[in-house]
């Protein structure tokens, strides 16, 4: 006789949630499925014609390709090579697996959770908060702060955040009794751990050396007091932690095509480190606040932050220090890069410091299950992120996705394609919308900026795409670089040819009696 099925009771509260949580992601699916030209940047579609070297080589290290800053190994871009491999078409490849990478931080992110939240309505409340705070607080059309940073487009730390949240979720687990679905997602940990070994030290300093400090300061309180060394926990800590060491060793053994565009990690001088201090907290703060208006989300963020710290006690759960241990691995995690920041010459950008956006959503759940004036609170200012988010994101974005097959892109790359060009040349995030609009028929390549027209961008690209027939490639000029470039291939003996003109957007296009990117390349 079967057992009666456990009845799951699901509060009103989680299924309104749920509601808003299935919009959220109706909404991504359909901005990364509008294929939008204009919501693309030159790193974008870079990923994208990655994701086509891959799948025609068969490689993750394609033959030929210069990678910037980063390999990719479990990054989006890898996901999208295989789906190209199904339906023929890059860009749409590349939207889908940003959607399933999408799926796989909503998993992962309620997976982490569930140690330190029982209630699925609080765990629920936790990934509504982090989505609403990156469209509030972020720009999903233009900038690598918003949506695109883990939900649109390319997901650029998607794998990163999933990564985090599976290796914090079986820190949080690290003393339980093993079970098959605790094993398959160590595994899956320490899987993920080295491959971001190998794509860069980012995951090293994010979520590695919090573990190895968290789990180092527990150990040491044990041996104070005497207890036995929990082996079980520090085999789990070591294996997911060693294995990134293993990846970034990996990676530096073999012969890969980088040419990486980080400044000097150079030691300030003392004299310097107070304003490097400012430049940090500016840093840390733009992730949030790319909108003058919306400084007053950053100071709430930090008074939410030392009031949840300072009032941390246990949480009656399966685990009661695992609030603790969240807030503290997350915020080691930001801590770590704002040291990075302050005290070496490093370029920290703002997305650097990304884990800073699921701590802050965190802390709205401790509000909401500690006090009951804290629900109220809570889920008014939840409410108003979300209609927020949905005034500054979703309306204009989704009424530029509604006009995308107008855009002028599509109307360039008709016109390129009708006169037979199969390449265009500009500066950095200029030409890149008329290669998506193409579907693939057009490749671009890229020049850095006005001062460097016709000096070929050597990373994130395959260097072939600059050694075209010159009558097969055409020069995307604007009105900031149609002079300098006109002299400068006077210059070098190179006559130039209108080929069309669009003065009202202050585009030119020009062919070359011969490939200027080719004449000034040089190797990495």
Same mark, same amino acid.
């Given at each position: 006789?079967?057992? %009666?099925? !456990?009845?799951?009771?699901?509060?009103?509260?989680?299924?309104?949630?749920?509601?808003?949580?299935?919009?959220?992601?109706?909404?991504?699916?359909?901005?990364?499925?509008?294929? $939008?030209?204009?919501?693309?940047?030159?790193?974008?579609?870079?990923?994208?014609?990655?994701?086509?070297?891959?799948?025609?080589?068969?490689?993750?290290?394609?033959?030929?390709?210069?990678?910037?800053?980063?390999?990719?190994?479990?990054?989006?871009?890898?996901?999208?090579?295989?789906?190209?491999?199904?339906?023929?078409?890059?860009?749409?490849?590349?939207?889908?697996?940003?959607?399933?990478?999408?799926?796989?931080?909503?998993?992962?992110?309620?997976?982490?959770?569930?140690?330190? +939240?029982?209630?699925?309505?609080?765990? #629920?409340?936790?990934?509504?908060?982090?989505?609403?705070?990156?469209?509030?607080?972020?720009?999903?059309?233009?900038?690598?702060?918003?949506?695109?940073?883990?939900?649109?487009?390319?997901?650029?730390?998607?794998?990163?955040?999933?990564?985090?949240?599976?290796?914090?979720?079986?820190?949080?687990?690290?003393?339980?009794?093993? $079970?098959?679905?605790?094993?398959?997602?160590?595994? +899956?940990?320490?899987? +993920?751990?080295?491959?971001?070994?190998?794509?860069?030290?980012?995951?090293?300093?994010?979520?590695?050396?919090?573990?190895?400090?968290?789990?180092?300061?527990?150990?040491? %309180?044990?041996?104070?007091?005497?207890? %036995?060394?929990? =082996?079980?926990?520090?085999?789990? $800590?070591?294996? *997911?932690? #060693?294995?990134?060491?293993?990846? /970034?060793?990996?990676?530096?053994?073999?012969?890969?095509?980088?040419? &990486?565009?980080?400044?000097?990690?150079?030691?300030?001088? %003392?004299?310097?480190?107070?304003?490097?201090?400012?430049?940090?907290?500016?840093?840390?703060?733009?992730? /949030?606040?790319? !909108?003058?208006?919306? @400084?007053?989300? +950053?100071?709430?963020?930090?008074?939410?932050?030392?009031?949840?710290?300072?009032?941390?006690?246990? #949480?009656?759960?399966?685990?009661?220090?695992?609030?603790?241990? #969240?807030?503290?691995?997350?915020?080691?995690?930001?801590?770590?890069?704002?040291?990075?920041?302050?005290?070496?010459?490093?370029?920290?950008?703002?997305?650097?410091?990304?884990?800073?956006?699921?701590?802050?959503?965190?802390?709205?759940?401790?509000?909401?299950?500690?006090?009951?004036? @804290?629900?109220?609170?809570?889920?008014?200012?939840?409410?108003?992120?979300?209609?927020?988010?949905?005034?500054?994101?979703?309306?204009?974005?989704?009424?530029?996705?509604?006009?995308?097959?107008?855009?002028?892109?599509?109307?360039?790359?008709?016109?390129?394609?009708?006169? @037979?060009?199969?390449?265009?040349?500009?500066?950095?995030?200029?030409?890149?919308?008329?290669?998506?609009?193409? @579907?693939?028929?057009?490749?671009?390549?890229?020049?850095?900026?006005?001062?460097?027209?016709?000096?070929?961008?050597?990373?994130?690209?395959?260097?072939?795409?600059? &050694?075209?027939?010159?009558?097969?490639?055409?020069?995307?000029?604007?009105?900031?670089?149609?002079?300098?470039?006109?002299?400068?291939?006077?210059?070098?003996?190179?006559?130039?040819?209108?080929?069309?003109?669009?003065?009202? =957007?202050?585009?030119?296009?020009?062919?070359?009696?011969?490939?200027? *990117?080719?004449?000034?390349? !040089?190797?990495?």
């Amino acid at each position: 006789m079967i057992g %009666k099925l !456990k009845k799951v009771k699901i509060s009103p509260v989680a299924i309104i949630l749920s509601g808003v949580l299935l919009v959220y992601f109706i909404y991504m699916c359909y901005l990364n499925l509008s294929l $939008t030209p204009s919501f693309y940047c030159t790193d974008m579609y870079s990923d994208i014609l990655y994701s086509v070297r891959v799948w025609e080589t068969k490689s993750i290290f394609p033959d030929g390709w210069v990678f910037g800053n980063q390999l990719y190994v479990i990054a989006t871009p890898v996901l999208a090579a295989l789906i190209y491999g199904i339906i023929g078409h890059p860009a749409r490849a590349m939207a889908i697996a940003t959607i399933i990478m999408a799926l796989g931080v909503f998993a992962s992110f309620l997976w982490m959770l569930r140690p330190v +939240f029982e209630k699925i309505e609080e765990r #629920l409340l936790g990934l509504l908060f982090f989505i609403a705070l990156v469209a509030y607080c972020g720009d999903a059309i233009y900038t690598v702060n918003g949506w695109q940073l883990f939900f649109t487009m390319c997901s650029y730390y998607a794998c990163y955040i999933i990564t985090a949240f599976i290796c914090f979720g079986c820190f949080l687990r690290r003393r339980e009794k093993p $079970t098959r679905s605790r094993i398959v997602a160590f595994v +899956f940990a320490v899987l +993920f751990s080295f491959a971001c070994g190998m794509q860069s030290l980012r995951q090293t300093a994010v979520m590695v050396l919090p573990m190895l400090a968290v789990e180092g300061i527990m150990q040491l %309180k044990s041996l104070i007091k005497q207890k %036995k060394i929990e =082996w079980q926990a520090l085999i789990v $800590t070591a294996s *997911m932690s #060693l294995s990134n060491l293993l990846g /970034l060793l990996v990676a530096r053994l073999l012969s890969i095509a980088k040419n &990486e565009i980080f400044s000097s990690t150079e030691l300030l001088e %003392k004299a310097e480190l107070p304003s490097s201090v400012n430049i940090s907290l500016t840093n840390m703060a733009n992730l /949030l606040t790319d !909108k003058d208006h919306r @400084g007053l989300l +950053f100071l709430m963020a930090v008074i939410i932050t030392v009031v949840s710290l300072l009032q941390a006690k246990r #949480l009656k759960d399966k685990s009661p220090n695992a609030w603790g241990v #969240l807030v503290s691995l997350f915020g080691i995690s930001v801590l770590g890069i704002f040291i990075l920041d302050v005290h070496t010459k490093m370029y920290v950008r703002s997305i650097y410091y990304f884990m800073l956006v699921p701590l802050i959503a965190l802390l709205p759940i401790y509000a909401y299950r500690r006090w009951r004036l @804290g629900k109220a609170i809570t889920l008014v200012l939840l409410a108003m992120i979300v209609v927020g988010s949905y005034k500054i994101t979703i309306l204009p974005t989704s009424e530029i996705a509604s006009k995308s097959e107008t855009n002028l892109s599509y109307e360039i790359s008709d016109m390129l394609l009708e006169r @037979g060009y199969t390449t265009v040349y500009s500066g950095w995030n200029q030409c890149e919308d008329i290669a998506i609009a193409s @579907g693939g028929r057009i490749t671009a390549g890229f020049w850095d900026s006005s001062k460097d027209v016709f000096n070929p961008v050597m990373y994130l690209c395959d260097p072939s795409v600059y &050694e075209v027939e010159s009558e097969k490639c055409v020069y995307y000029l604007r009105s900031d670089n149609r002079d300098i470039a006109l002299q400068r291939a006077e210059e070098q003996g190179v006559t130039m040819t209108l080929v069309a003109e669009y003065p009202t =957007w202050g585009i030119w296009f020009y062919e070359a009696s011969e490939n200027l *990117m080719q004449m000034n390349m !040089k190797q990495p």
